[in-house]
């Protein structure tokens, strides 16, 4: 039985008629590619649905030819002998011949640069809802683990008193941990006092100079470490 679209082959109508016809036969006509092929594919405005298996199995097999769909045997017939009317109509038959010299005309592609086209904004839609996900993430905080040395003046400066005013001390991102005093010489201790900082937020500089500040229980502030967590 031949192929009867009976009507616009790219209508809904049509693809099932051409769907069911290739359910059982791998071509159009005969056991092989042929022109015949060529003229039902090359009426095709797009690639059918995934819901059309058979149609759109034949429809890739057919594009994978390429540019070798014109080596292809066989007599390229009209549309028409295929029942296939508006929407896809074949020249008239008179012309069949004068189609033969036009293939070049014929763009056999057209329908895969739509399909490419709305798979790549479907790529850059799904890349920018990905950017906008995760800029939306807040970036990691850097922060800093640091000891200073805090000298006292001699051995008759009141240490508990010299870091109860180092504490005093309040900045955005700056957290002060455990301390502890450590003998220098002479009986004269140093405090040496641990500190968590905000990097963006708390100059090292900044804060030695503010301890500095309390000039009648600080000499000097050195930073024994610093590590970044």
């Not at 082959?9 to 769907?19: P, S, Y």
């Not at 920018?128 to 970036?139: G, L």
């Not at 040395?149 to 900045?171: C, G, S, Y």
């Not at 002060?176 to 500089?205: F, H, N």
């Amino acid at each position: 039985m031949a192929l009867q679209i009976g009507g616009d082959i790219n209508a809904q109508a049509g693809l099932a008629k051409l769907n069911d016809y290739l359910a059982s036969r791998s071509y159009i006509e005969g056991y092989t590619a042929s022109q015949s092929d060529v003229v039902v594919f090359s009426a095709l405005k797009s690639a059918p649905a995934a819901s059309l298996p058979h149609a759109l199995r034949w429809y890739n097999h057919l594009k994978s030819f390429g540019d070798g769909k014109s080596k292809l045997p066989g007599v390229k017939k009209a549309l028409s002998d295929f029942g296939v009317t508006a929407g896809g109509a074949a020249p008239a038959a008179g012309k069949a011949a004068a189609a033969d010299d036009d293939d070049d005309d014929v763009d056999l592609f057209g329908s895969d640069d739509e399909v490419d086209e709305a798979a790549e904004k479907l790529k850059q839609e799904r890349l920018a809802a990905y950017a906008a996900k995760k800029s939306k993430k807040p970036a990691p905080i850097a922060k800093s683990n640091v000891i200073l040395d805090v000298k006292p003046w001699d051995d008759e400066t009141n240490m508990a008193d010299l870091e109860k005013a180092v504490r005093t001390i309040e900045m955005d991102g700056l957290v002060w941990g455990v301390s502890k005093l450590v003998p220098l010489a002479y009986g004269i201790k140093k405090l040496q006092i641990v500190c968590v900082v905000e990097d963006a937020k708390v100059s090292i500089e900044e804060l030695s100079e503010k301890i500095e500040s309390f000039e009648d229980f600080v000499q000097s502030v050195d930073i024994a470490a610093f590590q970044k967590i």
